[in-house]
T-cell receptor
Framework: DTEVTQTPKHLVMGMTNKKSLKCEQHMGHRAMYWYKQKAKKPPELMFVYSYEKLSINESVPSRFSPECPNSSLLNLHLHALQPEDSALYLC?????????????FGDGTRLSIL | AQSVAQPEDQVNVAEGNPLTVKCTYSVSGNPYLFWYVQYPNRGLQFLLKYITGDNLVKGSYGFEAEFNKSQTSFHLKKPSALVSDSALYFCAVRDNSNDMRFGAGTRLTVKP
């Protein structure tokens, strides 16, 4: 079982809906990440939080809005998404953002935009 | 900027045979190299990493990887493949930019 928990596992939403993806870890990690993964492609980094502060935003459209309420939780708020945003959204965490730390991934939320 | 290449989309091996999944990298400074595995409908699982030290790194599930600085490679290996090793494998690299960049992935199929 993964130590990073993502909910929901599946989400279908219309282009006008507002929804949120949630991620939780209790490993005491201080860095958390959102990735987008299209089918048969590698994950693409979206956001990095380090000590609850946003440290990297990889030029992600504003219809994706991350939030880190505390060191254990990471949310991704979705609004007015496009069909091309359909993908697997992966959350990951690491002990900190140092370069030698491996990332631990959740099983993802599979998002479908109608 | 760092990058990583996995030259093979697909690797097929027979169960019990050794396997190699290839990875080459390009970074401006010292490389921090990782291998991950992804099973269907799952997230990525960390297998092993190279930071510094011995060029041969041992990881989870009997996998190991050899760091070769002159060839800028970090190939994943296992002496005896299992059917359950069939999955998608990603090589990844970080450098001073702090981003984790993944290769395109290699699908490993181990046949009984």
């Amino acid at each position: 079982d993964t130590e990073v928990t993502q909910t929901p596992k599946h989400l279908v939403m219309g282009m006008t809906n507002k929804k949120s993806l949630k991620c939780e870890q209790h490993m005491g990690h201080r860095a958390m990440y959102w990735y987008k993964q299209k089918a048969k492609k590698p994950p693409e980094l979206m956001f990095v939080y380090s000590y609850e502060k946003l440290s990297i935003n990889e030029s992600v459209p504003s219809r994706f809005s991350p939030e880190c309420p505390n060191s254990s939780l990471l949310n991704l708020h979705l609004h007015a998404l496009q069909p091309e945003d359909s993908a697997l959204y992966l959350c990951a965490s690491s002990a900190d953002s140092l370069l030698n730390q491996p990332q631990h991934f959740g099983d993802g939320t599979r998002l479908s935009i109608l | 900027a760092q990058s990583v290449a996995q030259p093979e989309d697909q690797v097929n091996v027979a169960e019990g045979n050794p396997l190699t999944v290839k990875c080459t990298y390009s970074v401006s400074g010292n490389p921090y190299l990782f291998w991950y595995v992804q099973y269907p409908n799952r997230g990525l699982q960390f297998l092993l990493k190279y930071i510094t030290g011995d060029n041969l790194v041992k990881g989870s599930y009997g996998f190991e990887a050899e760091f070769n600085k002159s060839q800028t490679s970090f190939h994943l290996k296992k002496p005896s493949a299992l059917v359950s090793d069939s999955a998608l494998y990603f090589c990844a690299v970080r450098d001073n930019s702090n981003d984790m960049r993944f290769g395109a992935g290699t699908r490993l199929t181990v046949k009984p």
